[in-house]
């Protein structure tokens, strides 16, 4: 957080007004109020300013500036703000801070005349000040905001809602590419440790740390969310940032009081997920690394870095998979997407050719706005941002889609109708502007003599014979799910864990596709001289995709131990947009 120190020509005066308990209750005040905002609780210290107010008659304007300064970023007092602040202006308007808060304080309320007028009287006359970046970020993203504001951009946008959303903070929305499945980051009530302190020891004045919690889909609903599990989730900052494309592996983001955040990843065995494991030197540093995203031919990861180095304080970085299995050096991806503020939160489509990121830069209008990049000739075009009101003046962040791409999910800090928590999770359709995606999503589940298993699926691209992947089936669901590029012939070869059963392979040609696919289809793999009954009906995936736009194969009812696993196996080509 910013740490500013302000000279008022009102100080702090705590004399024999007070007895000497009052004073001690208000020095106790003073200093919870300056710690609260220190560690960015608006809430607690918009209370202890308050207090203050009250008891302490003579300081009061000084206990309204603070106030309005927290009120600043409580989503539910941002108009309150400017009201404390223009109080404070009218009774002592010396002093440069004021016009830099009232400010920000218009931006946040979307009166971006006054903030401009506001913000460009503290540049021109203060030009020396520590806060001019900041400044100068404002009134950028006032007058964008003048500019955006005009044109609504037409999209449903919709708070998601209980049981997801409540009334602590649910935000970095991570969805498995079929939207089966929505990981996110808690912080609340249910946190691990409950409240603590900055040694993450039990404080009841202290602060909620993040958990990573997971819902799944029943219909058009989100059933309850559980904590994922207690390998994961500790008593320090456990947050979710990205799912691999087959969704065996949960990249994750840990930080305690001598780790300011690093990446890692967890493996997913049956339905347990692995205690995570620190990615590598590449990516990590001593620096704070805090989000990634990994292409959905699992050869490139894209993560934001405060490493030294970037064009802004946090830049969005790139690793490709090297032979070793290791990730390669990080490359900054430069100043088309990087700016000289803070680029964070990358979410690249299963396309391999679109990437989101939210940005202070370019043409924001306000905190961290969405923004996406297509790839043109191996080069990133000029992001383009999502418009109003999809963006706000708060921070609207952490931005993934549909590999349909019919469905965005966004975590955001705005206000209005519908609103749980500081934090809250939202759906917008659609879920991208402009082109829509074009790709081929593969997914069903392989079976080794009728019952689901694990094993491994390599994709060869017979253009040049790169291998992509391996991407892997569950252990114990059997469920596999792969993403492909169009405009390339491809070979599929599926191998089970258990050398015993015979390999297969199978050609893929979606060398003219033009639209978003998706095809279940189910692998039956068998050893022994076992006779499987769907193996005869069970047609490939190029009969499904030239076959009619929606193909079923009802299949005779096979017992499993396998619990959740459909008793009539139905095979379903879907083509086109909604």
Known sequence: MRKFLLV???????????????????????????????DNQYEKAYFCWGKLISLDKKNELYYKLKKGMSAIHIPAKKEEAIGLLEEVRSKDSTHYAIYFYLGEAYHHNYKFDQAITYLDKFIKEYPEAKERKDAEMYL?????????????????????????NTEDAEY?????????????????????????????KKDPDGDYYEDVFFAKKLGDAWDVPKSISDKINTKHNDAVVALSPDGQELYTFYSNKNDGGDLYVCHLTGEEWSAPEKLGPNINTKYWEGSCSISGDGRHLYFA??????????DIYVS??????????????????????????PFIHPDGITLFFSSEGHNSIGGFDIMYSIKKDNSWISPLNMGYPLNTT?????????????????????????????????????????????????????????VPMEAEFQIVKLSNNEIIGPFHSNKKSGRYLVAL?????????????????????????????????????????????????????IPTFNKLLTDTPLVKVDTPKVDTPIVDTPKVLLLVAISGMR
């Open 485 to 537: 590029s169009p405009n390339e012939k491809y070979t599929i070869k599926v191998r089970a864990t258990d050398k015993e059963y015979p390999a297969y392979e199978e050609p893929l040609d979606v060398a003219h596709l033009t639209k978003y696919v998706e095809l279940v289809r189910d692998f039956h793999l068998a050893k022994g001289g076992y006779k499987d009954p769907h193996v005869d009906t």
């Open 140 to 164: 950028e993203q006032s007058v964008n905001g003048k500019k955006l504001t005009i044109t609504v951009v037409e999209g449903d946008i919709q708070n998601i809602g209980g049981p997801v």
């Open 394 to 450: 708060d921070d609207d962040i952490y931005y993934v889609i549909t590999a349909k791409g019919d469905k965005g999910y966004f975590s955001s800090t705005r206000t209005g109708k519908g609103e749980k928590g500081s934090h809250d999770i939202y759906k917008v359709v659609p879920g991208i502007l402009g082109e829509k995606p074009v790709l081929a999503l593969l997914k069903g589940v392989v079976y080794g003599n009728d």
């Open 172 to 200: 970095v929305p991570v969805i498995s590419a079929d939207e089966t499945v929505l990981f996110y980051t808690y912080k609340g009530k249910k946190s691990t440790g409950g409240l603590m302190d900055l040694d993450f």
């Open 305 to 314: 870095s405060e490493r030294p180095g970037g064009l802004g304080g946090r």
């Open 8 to 38: 008022f020509i009102f100080t702090i005066s705590l004399n024999s007004v007070f007895s000497q308990k009052g004073k001690d209750v208000i020095d106790a005040l003073i200093e919870d109020g300056e710690g609260y905002m220190e």
């Open 320 to 345: 490709e998979m090297q032979a070793n299995g290791q990730w390669g050096p990080a490359v900054n991806l430069g100043p088309t997407i990087n700016t000289k503020y803070n680029d964070d939160s």
